[in-house]
């Protein structure tokens, strides 16, 4: 089946501070797709990302497709960033099958 | 725009109990999904549909029922609920053909007694 590994399981920053989450993944078609999920609330999606870069305000996400891997980079961190984070492949134009997330505390 | 609706946002239930949730959606998306989320973990896929009376197994059906009984609408059955089950169930829904976004709802959380 699909795999999908995702790191750091668990990342505390402090406010102000950079963070980037991995997520690599066993398919090379994946059109990849990151989710961020408030403690208790639905997931939202970030970004839906299949190759290169895309940015939005302090979120950055990169796939690389060919190195089976994709990133989020989350620049000068805040409170409100705290939560779980999710990326999530779509290799057959069908269903999604999940990474187990990042949890990211920010401090302040 | 659009969104997703889902009811009861709690559900608590006895063991042995069969159980519905449902799910709404005003996106007209082709394609919904009942995913399940235990406490800590990513989300497992339960059952999708692509299209109004079209149910498709994922990894996590057994014990579970479902039925899309038009374009905008999605249940999901647990069977035979489980002592000390506990998660939440989170509908999603995407247009149908490649490239397409999926979006959630906001959960139902299960507990069983």
């Known amino acids: 089946g699909q795999q999908v590994q995702q790191s750091p399981a668990s990342l505390v920053l402090q406010e102000g501070e950079n963070a980037e989450l991995q997520c690599n993944f066993s398919?090379?078609?994946?059109?990849l797709q990151w989710f961020y999920q408030h403690p208790g609330g639905r997931l939202v999606s970030l970004f839906y990302?299949?190759?290169g870069t895309k940015h939005t305000g302090r979120l950055t996400s990169t796939t690389v497709t060919n190195e089976r891997r994709g990133s989020l980079h989350i620049s000068s961190s805040q409170t409100t960033d705290s939560g779980t984070y999710f990326c999530?492949?779509?290799?057959?134009?069908?269903?999604?099958?999940f990474g187990s997330g990042t949890k990211l505390t920010v401090e302040p | 725009g659009g969104i997703i609706t889902q009811t009861p946002k709690f559900l608590i239930g006895q063991e042995g109990q069969k159980l519905t949730l449902k799910c709404q959606q005003n996106?007209?998306?082709?394609?919904m999904y009942w995913y399940r989320q235990d406490s800590g973990k990513g989300l497992r896929l339960i059952y999708y549909?692509?299209?109004?009376?079209d149910l498709q197994k994922g990894d996590l059906s057994e014990g579970y029922d479902a039925s899309r009984e038009k374009k905008s609408s999605f249940s999901l059955t647990v069977t035979s609920a489980q002592k000390n089950e506990m998660a939440v169930f989170l509908c999603?829904?995407?247009?149908w053909g490649g490239g397409a976004e999926q979006f959630f709802g906001p959960g139902t959380r299960l507990t069983v007694l």
């Open positions: 398919s090379t078609a994946t059109r």
């Open positions: 990302n299949p190759s």
């Open positions: 549909s692509i299209t109004e009376n």
């Open positions: 999530a492949i779509d290799p057959n134009y069908n269903v999604l099958y």
């Open positions: 999603a829904s995407r247009d």
């Open positions: 996106f007209n998306h082709d394609t």
